[in-house]
């Protein structure tokens, strides 16, 4: 029998190895696991890392707000100021006045130092859990306005304040609060913080809103003083001026908070909610000078810091400002809007007043109002801005307003884009379209030119509907401009300052659009720069041959109708009116080559306002802001060609022509055909019918006529234009000789292009023909075009190339006989030259 050792043997050797492998799997599998671990662990740390890189990458130094609130002389961050371009003339101060804004520590060491009752206020209201965290609140960290504590208010409105609201800022913010809290300590935030706060219409700190609202210093606050300051800080709105009642209320519920924190016993809570604090009157603030322009300024900085921080502090503005023309513009206003109310001139002196040409005659309109800017196209700077003023008095509001027919000229410019000129002739007739004229006249044939240069709508809507919706909206959107949109005066003086400077825009990008800035430079008060507007961006708009066009039409004083002197200033320049239909709303746009004046009147009722009133004021601040400067004109530049032409067709002239004008085209769109609106027509003076060659000729006499075509018959009839005849003298032809006679083309018939003259030319006798035509109804000269040896019967006896010929002409056959007599036939035609 086999021994069983082996085999048990072999049995333990397997079951050894089994274990063996199995220990040596889960080995792996736990050093793979680790391994992985490992690795996620190194991702997770470095992904840490980069995101704690990222998310601190240039953090604003903490250093700062030791430099910006605790300044060794003793002063604060001092208020923001605006000055004109010369920086010699204060326009604005973000202050309740002109003093300086003072430190005071927070320190009971110091004999003149904040009252602790103020600090328990504020800490009471704006941050109750100040002693216990570390300078952040992480309960709202998803809440990207909210700022809990007062070191992350600090932190938002001083080093933080130019970042937008996200999940990023929230964390830097908390991440800058902790680290001031531990690098300066609670009691230094909260001295900082009670030194700096927004305590309401710019009274930054707790002593000028103690000097504004109570007339004392903060130094002397009581304990319901300082919980109303306090209120006041949390809602700067809800101020003791604005909102008394609701300051002294919540001043007691900030009383209330002090007590039920610790800060105030019940005896001191009495006392303090026993106090009847007194509020200091407000202070007569004094007419701000260029009221309208500083709105204007604030927009567009607006959109280039947070008025927040602008109204904190440390800021100098220059602007672009002329203080000089400013002060001009508005006195010339204010007396322009009292005449035009039917009012007093006001009381104040006005050098300038000798630029402000008189109102139309009977022409007062008592709701009325009007505004003005002044720019600088060459450099896209806003040099004056007229609020909008109502009897004599000047407001700080500068509103868009219906833009009536003031854009018009976008419409005009698709056309020259696509082919038309200011030659190009346009009907304004009944029937065109549904638009009327405001005089309420329609004026007939006359060219682009004059319809701009008058503000005829009717023409003008014609143009827009062969141009299309989208190719003109396309045109207005590049100026900066919406046609159906409320035009503002600044849009509007950008728009036409682009022809100013014969095709290119001058400004900023101001936000999402590009337009005219008031702002040349904005410094900080370690004379950081942090905004640098001096010099203009440039946007080519259009190409300067086009603008030129647009240009020459628009300073065409002799396309004017109304040549009031309010169009005319002694130099060049071009200008744009413009209505509404219901006529409440009124502009006049006008520039030359170094300034561009835009004009806005308006009234609620009224239906008297034209362009003609405003173009008053226009016509002074004009001339206002181009004293000193040289008369300049546009010169002619490449791409467009000066063409004699005949008015109003803007063909080329004939001696028939009785008016002929200069014209300006893009090159290659010049007229190559003559004029065939003007024809010279013979007449029977005796019959006044059209003279034929049977006519006398003692009794024919020439007269040039403006064709016009069959619809527009009615309207030339009705305006009293003289309407060529269209029937023949009468006079007896001779008889119709059968073997001699022309059949075609027919007695009076127009004619053009290769003429097949048909006709019959026989009889006895018949030895040749020949056919001969001469110019006139009694021709001076014949030409020969056709001849034959052989008799044609109802065939063709000649063929005329008419090519180059126009008006009146006799076709004559003649059959000679073999005996040498002459039978004659004679027609009249008239060449039309197409």
């Not at 303090?272 to 500083?294: C, I, K, Y």
Request: charged letters at 15%.
């Amino acid at each position: 029998m086999p021994s069983t050792i082996p085999i048990l043997r072999a049995r333990r050797e397997r079951r050894i190895e089994k274990r063996n492998k199995d220990e040596a799997r889960a080995r792996n599998v736990f050093l793979s696991a680790g391994m992985i671990l490992s690795l996620i662990l190194a991702a997770l740390i470095a992904v840490a890392a980069f995101a704690y890189v990222n998310l601190t990458r240039d953090l604003p130094s903490t250093e700062t707000l030791p430099i910006l609130l605790n300044p060794p002389n003793g002063l604060l961050l001092q208020p923001t100021r605006i000055y004109d371009r010369t920086g010699d003339n204060l326009l604005f101060t973000f202050a309740p006045d002109d003093s300086p804004r003072r430190y005071i520590p927070l320190s009971d060491t110091n004999p003149q130092h904040l009252p602790q009752s103020l600090a328990d206020a504020v800490i009471a209201t704006s941050d109750p859990n100040f002693y216990d965290h570390a300078g952040y609140d992480l309960a709202t960290l998803t809440n990207y306005e909210s700022h809990n504590t007062l070191a992350q208010r600090l932190v938002s409105d001083l080093l933080l304040f130019n970042e937008s609201p996200s999940l990023r800022r929230a964390l830097r913010e908390r991440i800058l609060a902790a680290q001031i809290t531990s690098e300066f300590g609670r009691t230094q935030i909260l001295e900082w913080y009670l030194n700096s706060a927004n305590f309401g219409r710019y009274a930054f700190g707790a002593e000028s809103a103690a000097q504004l609202y109570f007339g004392k210093s903060a130094t002397q606050l009581t304990t319901a003083e300082s919980a109303i300051l306090a209120a006041v800080c949390e809602s700067p709105s809800l101020d003791p001026h604005d909102a008394p009642q609701t300051a002294l209320e919540r001043g007691q519920e900030t009383i209330r908070k002090m007590s039920a924190l610790g800060f105030l016993s019940d005896e001191a809570t009495a006392n303090a909610l026993g106090e009847s604090p007194t509020f200091q009157p407000p202070l007569l603030s004094d007419v701000r000078p260029a009221a309208a322009f500083v709105n204007l300024l604030l927009a567009q900085l607006d959109s280039q810091f947070p008025r927040a921080r602008i109204e904190r502090g440390g800021l100098t503005i220059i602007s672009t400002l002329d203080f000089n023309v400013q002060k001009q513009s508005s006195c010339v206003a204010a007396f322009y809007a009292a005449r035009l109310a039917g009012l007093s001139d006001p009381s104040m002196q006005c050098d300038s007043l000798r630029f402000l040409s008189a109102l139309p005659p009977s022409i007062t309109i008592p709701d009325s109002s009007a505004s003005a800017i002044v720019t600088d196209p060459t450099t896209g700077q806003v040099l004056a801005v007229v609020g909008e003023t109502f009897e004599g008095r000047e407001t700080p509001l500068v509103g868009a307003h219906r833009s009536g027919s003031a854009l018009d000229a976008f419409v005009y410019l698709a056309g020259f884009t696509r082919g038309l000129s200011p030659a190009s002739l346009v009907w304004d007739i009944p029937g065109k379209t549904d638009i009327q004229n405001f005089d309420g006249v329609y004026h007939g044939p006359i060219r682009l030119r004059t319809a701009l240069a008058n503000d005829y709508p009717a023409p003008a809507a014609q143009v827009f509907a062969q141009m299309g919706v989208e190719n003109v909206d396309n045109i207005a959107s590049s100026f900066g401009v919406q046609r159906n949109a409320d035009l503002s005066l600044l849009n509007a003086a950008g728009a036409y300052g682009v022809f100013a400077e014969q095709g290119v825009y001058f400004g900023q990008n101001v936000g999402d659009a590009f337009e005219p800035v008031t702002i040349l430079r904005v410094e900080g008060n370690d004379d950081s720069v942090w905004l640098d507007w001096m010099t203009p961006q440039a946007k080519p708009v259009v190409t300067p041959a086009l603008a030129y066009l647009m240009n020459h039409s628009l300073s065409d004083e002799t396309a004017r109708q109304d040549r009031s002197s309010a169009f005319n200033v002694g130099f060049p320049a071009a200008i744009k009116i413009g209505q509404t239909e219901d006529a409440l709303d009124a502009w006049t746009i006008g520039y030359s080559p170094a300034r561009v004046v835009a004009v806005w009147a308006g009234s609620h009722d009224s239906t008297q306002l034209s362009p003609r009133i405003p173009a008053v004021l226009w016509n002074a601040l004009m001339q206002i802001a181009s004293q000193n400067l040289p008369a300049q004109d546009w010169s002619l530049p490449a791409g467009v060609s000066v063409v004699n032409v005949c008015d109003p067709s803007g063909m080329l002239p004939t001696s028939d022509c009785p008016n002929v004008v200069n014209e300006v085209f893009l090159q290659g769109n010049e007229p190559v055909q003559a004029d065939n609106m003007y024809r010279k027509y013979a007449i029977n003076r005796e019959t006044g019918l059209l003279a034929t060659v049977f006519t006398l000729p003692q009794l024919i006499e020439e007269r040039v006529y403006l064709v016009v075509p069959s619809d527009a018959r009615a309207w030339a009839e009705g305006a009293g234009l003289a309407i060529p005849p269209s029937s023949y003298d009468v006079i007896q032809a001779p008889p119709f000789n059968p073997d001699v006679n022309i059949a075609f083309p027919e007695l009076f018939s127009e004619v053009g292009g290769t003429v097949q003259v048909n006709g019959t030319a026989t009889g006895a006798d018949f030895a040749s023909y020949r056919v001969l035509v001469g110019q006139g109804l009694n021709p001076q000269e014949w030409i020969q075009i056709g001849e034959g040896d052989t008799p044609v019967t109802n065939g063709l006896l000649a063929e005329w190339n008419t090519e180059g010929l126009s008006g009146l002409y006799a076709v004559q056959l003649q059959v000679i006989r073999n005996d040498q007599r002459v039978d004659t036939a004679i027609i009249q035609v008239t060449v039309t030259g197409d």
